[in-house]
C-alpha cells in the first residue's frame, strides 16, 4: 500500500555532509508528519528530526544547528540535510511518516528500511 525509499547514505570523513532522502508512494491521502530517526549498534532508535506539513520542526539537541530538514510536499519527500558530521553521527538512518491512505480514514506510522550513514577518517 505505501513505501517509503531511502537513498543518499553513505562513508564521510568528520567534518563533512552528506543529504539523505525519503519518498512515499502509494495509496496516500495525505502526510502528516515526516521524519528521520536512528540507531546506532547497541543504542535505541532515536528521533534525528521532525516536520510537519506545516512546516513546524523538532530537532535532537545533538544536531541542532547541524542538521535541516526538510519536504518538499508535491514529490511526498522528505529530506535530512546533515553538515559538520562527526563520528557520533554513524547510524542507521530510517525516515518515518505518518500518512492517512485510501479516503483518509486510516492513519498510521510508516517507516523506511534504512541506510547506513558512517562519519570516519
Known amino acids: 500500500q505505501v513505501q517509503l525509499v531511502e537513498s543518499g547514505g553513505g562513508l564521510v570523513q568528520p567534518g563533512g555532509s552528506l543529504r539523505l532522502s ?3 508512494s502509494g495509496s496516500i491521502f495525505s ?3 515526516m521524519g528521520w530517526y536512528r540507531q546506532a549498534p547497541g543504542r535505541q532508535r532515536e528521533l534525528v528530526a521532525t516536520m510537519r506539513s506545516s512546516g513546524s520542526t ?3 539537541d545533538s544536531v541542532r544547528g ?3 530538514i526538510f519536504r518538499d510536499n ?3 519527500t522528505v529530506y535530512l540535510q546533515m553538515n559538520s558530521l562527526k563520528p557520533g553521527d554513524t547510524a542507521v538512518y530510517y525516515c518515518k511518516a505518518v500518512i492517512a491512505i485510501g479516503t483518509g480514514t486510516v492513519k498510521a506510522d510508516y517507516w523506511g ?4 550513514v558512517t562519519v570516519s577518517s
Open 58 to 60: 523538532i530537532y535532537a
Open 74 to 76: 508535491a514529490k511526498n
Open 113 to 116: 528500511q534504512g541506510t547506513q
Open 22 to 24: 525519503c519518498a512515499a
Open 31 to 33: 502526510i502528516s508528519v
Open 66 to 68: 547541524r542538521f535541516t
